[in-house]
């Protein structure tokens, strides 16, 4: 029997996880998203159960080569976050093997320690959530915090995030701003951000209009792309980040409480009833024999599809149909982006 022969769960998870493996450091967050799916708590992973999921991958899976950490909000569990980069880092210094980071983060807790860790960490890309200007972002990144602003904990600070090596916005669509997708692109490049990703908000129902405005918009980002002076300074991320099915991420997934996924759409409310169903075993189980469930190919895209509301299901699909025409339009012809 060859090495790979005993893994049981293991091997399953390492054939499913492809380079990417997201470790989900809490459930935790410090703002309430109207478009938020995630079921929050107050759970935070310990460092040796995240620790060892990594040693597996990192020992296992010659392909991984990027770490992803998510939340809740990374930030509110920073020394670990930090722990766990070190640790990364290590290891793959070890096996000699190159490894990056990317942390989504809210952005409303940067203060001058973080910005001085991520200045020096250019192999961590730092995802700011940030959808456009004061009233896009106030209508739906709402603070738990009465009279707290979200948009003015992150703008009040944007030279020095602007400065940062290897930072790319996160724009978040709503149909209820969409008609001011484009203006608020403008408004962030004339803030100094200059790399971006565009994520229509998944999960919610999209009406015909609302993915026409969708439509309408990317065209008009992708005309302006292509014609202005500035075109040259600036990268849509997008093309990178596909995925095959919109609903969820792939890659090997170790929840704040040690189970293990081979995607993240358990973290979802809509899907919550489907965890056990989706849960493929313990990170603790890794590396023993026949321990754990291995993915079906195919399965959890039909189970997630059966188990989504009919209009959240199409209008979905119509808003990242939008999203690959915007991808292809900028992309054709072209080595950029
Ligand atoms: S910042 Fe992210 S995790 Fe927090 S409420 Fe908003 S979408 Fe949810």
Not at 309 to 317: D, K
């Amino acid at each position: 029997m060859g090495r790979m022969g005993h893994m049981g769960n293991g091997e399953a998870l390492l054939r499913s996880s492809g380079s990417t493996c997201i470790v989900v450091l809490n459930n935790k967050c410090n703002l309430h998203c109207r478009y938020c799916p995630l079921i929050k708590g107050q759970k935070e992973i310990r460092f040796d159960l995240a620790a060892s999921g990594l040693r597996f991958l990192l020992n296992n899976n010659p392909g991984t080569s990027l770490l992803k950490f998510s939340g809740g909000e990374p930030l509110l569990s920073f020394s670990l976050l930090k722990r766990l980069v070190a640790y990364g880092r290590r290891r793959a210094r070890v096996l000699g093997r190159s490894l990056e980071f990317e942390v989504t983060t809210n952005g409303t807790l940067m203060e001058r320690r973080h910005f001085g860790y991520f200045q020096k960490s250019p192999d961590i890309k730092l995802r700011l959530s940030l959808d456009g200007d004061r009233e896009t972002q106030l209508i739906n990144r709402r603070s738990v915090r009465d009279r707290h602003d979200s948009f003015e904990a992150i703008y009040s600070k944007r030279r020095q995030w602007v400065r940062l090596p290897n930072l790319c916005v996160n724009m978040v669509i709503h149909p209820n701003v969409v008609h001011k997708m484009a203006r608020n692109f403008l408004f962030l490049l004339r803030s100094g951000f200059t790399v971006f990703n565009f994520l229509p908000a998944f999960f919610i129902p999209w009406n015909a209009a609302s993915v026409r405005r969708l439509r309408q918009q990317f065209k008009d980002v992708a005309f302006f792309l292509k014609h202005s002076p500035l075109k040259n300074k600036i990268t849509i991320q997008n093309r990178d980040a596909w995925e095959p099915d919109p609903l969820f991420n792939s890659g090997l997934v170790i929840d704040c409480n040690g189970d293990v996924f081979a995607n993240n759409a358990f973290l979802a409310r809509g899907y919550s009833r489907l965890r056990e169903e989706l849960r493929m075993g313990r990170v603790e189980e890794l590396a023993l024999p026949g321990r754990g469930r291995p993915p079906r190919p195919g399965h959890i895209s039909r189970l997630i599809a059966r188990h989504t509301p009919a209009p959240v299901l199409s209008g979905t699909r119509a808003a990242n149909r939008a999203l690959n025409e915007f991808v292809g339009d900028i992309t054709r012809g072209t080595d950029r982006y």
